[in-house]
């Protein structure tokens, strides 16, 4: 998609309050006029292909020409999506119950699908799994995602809970290690790991680590945050929650959050890499890995990555350079 196509399919598609808002908070820290604000933020969707949340977020306002250059926006995320993912292969990834299906034996769970399963198998399920997990076979996010306790519940009342939630896919509740549950211990605290292949070359170009804060889930839509790993699996960076606010350590836990080791990292690593030379015509992938008492297992593979997590500047070095060009190596077959 051109630059000019990707502004005019914003322009018809674009939150106007949202975006007048951002505009006021931007032009209120950097004690610009809101007029300057807004004409910045769009010569910067016309040149960088950028969204305002992105202007926001990364604050391209502070930003050279060459770092805002450098920065993976809505519309470079979007392009490396439409190249690297073919369509007619998303449903691999986006159907949870085929994504279980191809990695049987990855992901570390019991799991029955309700579109299939009779009354019986979800019982004989429920009495096997006293915790589980319900989620639409298609969501992103976190969204439609609820916890049930199974243990003295009527399975067939629950099994119509299930279904008229839209939550067909059930599965365990994976208890995850206690070095990641001293973290958060209500939500599994997840690994985002983003892997490019090239060829038979696979590329992990990007570790975070997602907590939560209060939910069970660790998504910053739901009030968690991020933070960065290094190679060695040590959390090297603060946490950064959806507005790009820093945590040095977990408002709720107190648990200090940079310097924490991860356990298995290396195996996660290789986990996702393995991973990703089963994923067909789909050569960029955000794999989501929970951390088990045993080892690491795939929760879920995402075709369309949250670019908004590569580049809160609390996570970047002093030249606040973004991750396009690592991408961009990685793509061609090169080193990072």
């Known amino acids: 998609m051109s630059r000019l196509a990707f502004l005019a399919k914003r322009l018809v598609n674009m939150n106007y309050g949202g975006m007048a808002e951002t505009v006021g908070e931007v032009a209120r820290r950097s004690g610009r006029s809101r007029a300057a604000v807004a004409a910045d933020m769009a010569a910067c969707a016309l040149r960088y292909q950028s969204g305002y949340l992105d202007y926001q977020l990364f604050q391209f306002d502070r930003l050279s020409p060459a770092q805002r250059a450098s920065y993976i926006t809505r519309g470079v995320n979007n392009a490396y999506v439409r190249s690297l993912n073919p369509r007619e292969d998303w449903p691999l990834l986006d159907d949870k119950a085929l994504f279980l299906q191809h990695f049987d034996g990855w992901h570390g769970r019991a799991w029955l699908d309700l579109r299939s399963a009779g009354a019986g198998e ?53 208890e995850q290690h206690g070095a990641l549950a001293a973290l958060h211990p209500a939500s599994v605290n997840t690994l985002r790991l983003v892997t490019i292949r090239s060829g038979e070359r696979v590329q992990t170009v990007f570790r975070c680590l997602r907590i939560g804060n ?110 396009a060009p690592r991408f961009a190596a990685a793509i061609g077959g090169r080193e990072g």
């Not at 969501?139 to 299930?162: K, S, W």
């Not at 991020?226 to 507005?243: E, R």
């Not at 908004?308 to 606040?320: A, E, K, T, V």
């Open 122 to 174: 979800f019982a004989d399920f429920c009495a096997a799994h006293p915790q589980l997990v319900g989620k639409p076979y298609n969501g992103t996010c976190g969204r439609g995602i609820a916890f049930y306790e199974a243990a003295g519940a009527e399975p067939e009342l629950l099994r119509q809970t299930l279904l008229e939630q839209g939550q067909v896919l059930v599965e365990e509740r994976v």
């Open 214 to 323: 209060g939910k069970p889930v660790d998504n910053l839509g739901s009030g968690g945050m991020c933070a960065l790993v290094d190679g060695q699996g040590c959390i090297s960076t603060p946490g950064a929650d959806k507005n790009g606010r820093a945590h040095e350590v977990h408002p709720l836990t107190g648990h200090p959050l940079q310097g924490t080791q991860l356990p298995f990292f290396a195996e996660a690593l290789a986990l996702v890499e393995a991973a990703a030379l089963r994923t067909g015509g789909l050569r960029y992938v955000g794999w989501d890995v929970a951390t088990t008492a045993r080892g690491p297992i795939l929760i879920e593979g995402n075709q369309f990555p949250d670019h908004q997590l590569y580049q809160f500047p609390i996570h970047l070095g002093p030249d606040r350079m973004g991750l």
